[in-house]
C-alpha cells in the first residue's frame, strides 16, 4: 500500500531521485565525526526558523507591547517558555558551531582547491548569524536589550564621515524608540532569514559542486563513502545532543527575561557572550579611537579571511605544515576566548560592579519566576469613580503614609478595595525585592499594569523605603491596627466623612479657606482635600506655574488633553458649571 | 568501507543505522510539533474565571439612595498578554439594601440612556421609560436592561452583559 503510494509519487515527482541525489553524495575519506559541524548548523537553523515563526504568533513589535508579550510566552503560554528557551539557547549553539565548523575549515585548509565561493559565502553567514544575534537581542525589550542595543548602535555612530548618519537610519532617528524595534523586527524576521537562506542555499550548491575536501593528510582518499547512512546518522546523533541540551537549558536555566526597559535607570548593559571580545577589546582603546577595536580589526580581519583562498594556493593542507596560519587562527580563537573571560574577571573583581551585575541579575530573576500579569490596556479606573475618603490620623509613620496614599484603592486593612489588589502578603509571594518596590511605588519599574496605579513620585525615597519594608513584612490585616487600639477604633468609618481638616497642607487649616464643595465632589479622590496631592500631583501653588494661570486652568478643566495632561485626569468635567469651575480655580489661587 | 555498488542500496536504505535516524527525526519532530501544538493553541482552549464578569461598582455605602445614580464598570477581557480594559455605564437605583442595576444601553439601537425627570429617556430616538425602568413610550420594545448584581462585604459588584437589541425579549449575546 505504502509502496504503490510512494512510487505513485515517485513517478510524479522524482522525490526517490532527489532523495538518492541528497544520499548518495560520496564522502572522500568515509564519515566522520569532523564533518558534522556544517549539518549540525543547517538543522539548528531549521528550528529556529521554526520556533522563531511560532514565537511571532504572541509577539507585539511594539515598545509599548513587546515585553509584556514575550513575558506572556515565557510565563503563561504552554510550551512557550520551550519555544523560547530553543530560540534563545539554539541562536548561542550555531554561533558556537559556526565558529568551529569555520575554523576547522581554515586549519585543515579545506578551502582551497576552487572553493573560494564556498569560503565567503561562509564567511558571510558568520556575520549574518552575527547580526541575527545583535537584531534580536533588542526584541524583549527589557533592561538589558535597550542598553546593550544603546552601546551597540553608539559604537556605530562613531565611524567618522557615514557613521552617525548610518547609526540614524539604523535606529530610525537619533533614539531607540519603538521605531527601532519595528525595524530590528522587519530584519530580524523578514530580511535577514531571506538573505539566509540565499546564502546557506548557494553555500550547500557550492559544497556539492566542489565535494567535500576529504582529511588534510590525504591518507584516506582513496576510501569514498555515501553520505547515507553512516555520516547522516553520525549527524542525526549529534544534533539530537544539541537538542537535548537546548531543551534541558530551556526548562531548567530558562531563557532570560528582565524587567521592561526603562532609559531612566543606570542599569549596566552587558553584550551577549559572542560580542564580549569586542566588548572587552573597546576597553584598551581611548574613546576616539574606538572605531580601532570595534571596525578597523574586524574589517580588516574579515577581508583577509575574504581574499585568502584567492593568494594561499598551496595544495599543502596540513596545518602542522603551514604554520603562520595555523597560529593565526589560534591566537584569534584562544585571543578570543581570553577577552571573554577577561572581561568576566573583570566585572567579578570590581566589587561596585559585581554588587550591581548580581542585584540585577536577582531582579530578573525575581521578575522570571514572577506570575504573569498582563499589561493593563485602557483605563482600568471606572470614569464614575467613587468616593472613598480615610482619615490619616495614625501615629505609626508608615501607615500615615498608607492611609494618605494607598487606602483609597487597596482597603482600609489593605486587603483590597475597590480598586486595588490586596497587598497582603503580596511582596512575599512574588518574590518582589524591596529595590523593586522602590521603583515600582514612584512608577520606575512599571510592569505589569503601567496605568493602572499611579506613579507615586511625590514620596520621598525614605517613605518608599518604609512602605517598602513594611510591604515585605505584611502577613496579615491586623497590622494596620495600631498598637493599643482596640479592632472597633481602628476600623475606620465606611462613609466618607464630611472634608478633614488638611492633615500634610502647607499652611496650617485655620489659614487655607476651604475646599469649594465642587472641588471636593470632584477633584479630591485624587488631588487631596486640602489640593497637597494624592493620586494626582498637588495643586497647591498651580496658578504661578506656566500655562496654568487660572484663565488657563478654567479652559483646562474644559478639555485637559490640549494641556497636555493624560489619563487618569478626565478630559474634561461636564458636571460641573461654570461658577462651580470659577469656585475652585478662584480657591485653587489661593493656595500658595 | 568498501565502495557501496548500486544493489547495495536498498539494503543500506534499511540499515540499522538508517532506523535510528528515522527515530531521532521522529523524536525531535515530535517535541517540537508537541511543544508548538500546545503552544498555538493555547488561547484557544482557555476558560475564563467566572470572577471576571463580576465587575467593581464602588461600596454600597456610597451609592444615595432613592435617585437613579450613573456609574461606570471596566469590563476586562485577557487577551494574550493584555488586559484589555472598556468602560460600559449603568444606573443604579437604591433603597437600602434593595438595588436594581440597568444597563444604560438602550434596548433599541444602543444609545446611552439618560435620567429624566420622570424615570429615563433615550436622546437618539426619544425612547422612554418610568423610574422603575419600565417601558413607556418610543421606539423601544422592551423595559430597559436589569443586569445581575451582588453584594459582597458591603460592595456592589455587577455582571455586565450585552443583550440584543430592538426585539422585544432581553435575550443575551453570548
Ligand atoms: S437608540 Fe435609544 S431610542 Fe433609539
Known sequence: MWKKLYSWLDERTGVEGLIRKINDEPIRGGARWSYVFGSGILLLLVLQFFTGIFLTMYYAPTSDHAHASVAFIQKAVSGGALLRGLHYYGSSAIIILAILHFAQTFLFGAYKERRELLWISGLLMLLLVLAFGFTGYLLPWTQEAYFGTKVGTSIMGEVPAGGPLMQRIMLGGREITTLTLSRFFTLHVWLLPLLL?????????????????????????????????????????????????????????????????????????????????????????????????????????????????????????????????????????????????????????????????????????????????????????????????????????VLKIYFANCANCHGRDASGGALGPSLIRLASSRHLSRDFLLKYISGHVREPSPDSMPRFQQLSLDQRGELADWLLNLRSPDQLSEPGETAAQSSLPSVPKPAAAPSQGPKKAAEIPRAPEAFLKTCAFCHGNDAGGNIGPSLVGITAKPERSPEDLLKLLDDSRAYGLKDPMPANFPKLSVDDKKAIVDWLSKLQ | MSKPSNSAHVSDRRSFLGKITGLIAAFVAAVVGVATGKYALYPAFRKMSEEQNWQVVCPLEDIPEHEPVKRSVVISQDAGWGRFNSQRLIWILRDGSRVVVFSATCPHLGCTVNAASNGFMCPCHGSAWTGDGQRLGGPTLRALDTLDHRIEEGVLKVKYEFFKQSIAEKEIIS
Open chain 1, 197 to 397: 537562506i540565499l546564502l546557506a542555499g548557494s553555500h550547500v550548491a557550492f559544497f556539492r559542486r566542489s565535494g567535500p575536501a576529504g582529511p588534510y593528510h590525504h591518507r584516506d582518499d582513496a576510501r569514498t563513502e555515501l553520505f547515507y547512512p553512516r555520516q547522516v546518522f553520525l549527524d542525526a546523533l549529534v544534533f539530537l545532543l544539541i537538542f537535548i541540551v537546548l531543551i534541558v537549558l530551556s526548562l531548567n536555566l530558562k531563557a532570560p527575561l528582565g524587567q521592561q526597559a526603562d532609559p531612566t535607570t543606570d542599569y549596566l548593559a552587558r553584550p551577549p557572550w559572542y560580542f564580549l571580545p569586542l566588548f572587552e577589546l573597546l576597553k584598551y582603546f581611548p574613546g576616539n579611537m574606538t572605531l580601532v577595536p570595534a571596525v578597523v580589526l574586524p574589517g580588516i580581519a574579515f577581508i583577509v579571511l575574504a581574499v585568502l583562498p584567492f593568494f594561499d594556493r598551496k595544495e599543502e593542507r596540513h596545518p602542522l605544515r603551514r604554520p603562520v596560519a595555523t597560529v593565526l587562527m589560534l591566537l584569534g580563537l584562544f585571543g578570543s576566548g581570553g577577552l571573554v573571560i577577561l572581561s568576566k574577571y573583570q566585572d567579578g573583581m570590581n566589587p561596585d560592579l559585581r554588587a550591581k551585575i548580581e542585584s540585577q541579575r536577582r531582579e530578573e530573576l525575581a521578575y522570571l519566576d514572577a506570575p504573569f500579569q498582563p499589561e493593563e490596556i485602557g483605563r482600568s479606573l471606572p470614569i464614575e469613580v467613587p468616593m472613598v475618603q480615610v482619615e490619616g490620623n495614625m501615629r505609626n509613620p
